[in-house]
């Protein structure tokens, strides 16, 4: 595991994940790494109870996903996840999905995300706890 990266998700690839020519589809990548996102946030503070009751969400303003390895109907899949950097209202963090088998990585995401307050649709700033939270897994 990468210095400060968590285990955010643990699923496998299914016959209907993969496309015409036989490996897992991309939608289902962007997929899984979105299920990421959302234990990521929850274990440094931003949890669906705390984005509920504060009336804040998060949003995605770049992603960018690198490619490196097929993955095929059956394979084990494993994500391990770090922040790569937190600021005032921008948290950009990092995933690797590798295949549990082999241990090699498939496909890496990086996604930049902005706090948002959902009232007035503008970013605004972590709270203290995030922030430390966030700072913890920073590698």
Not at 5 to 13: D, E, P, R
Not at 14 to 21: G, K, M, S, T
Request: charged fraction near 25%; aromatic fraction near 8%; charge should be neutral.
């Amino acid at each position: 595991m990468a210095a400060g990266g968590i285990l955010t998700y643990k699923g496998t690839v299914y016959p209907w994940h993969c496309d015409h020519v036989g490996h897992m589809n991309i939608m289902w990548y962007v997929g899984k790494f979105d299920e990421a996102n959302w234990n990521l946030f929850a274990r440094i503070g931003l949890t669906p109870s705390y984005l509920r009751d504060n009336k804040r969400g998060m949003a995605a303003v770049q992603q960018t996903i690198s490619y490196k390895r097929e993955l095929l109907a059956g394979d084990i899949v494993e994500i391990e996840s770090r922040i790569v950097e937190i600021r005032d209202k921008v948290v950009r963090f990092v995933h690797d999905m590798r295949n549990a088998e082999t241990g090699e990585i498939a496909a890496s995401c990086e996604i930049t995300g902005v706090h948002m307050d959902r009232a007035s649709r503008k970013a605004c700033p972590f709270d203290d706890t995030v922030r430390a939270s966030a700072l913890a897994l920073t590698g």
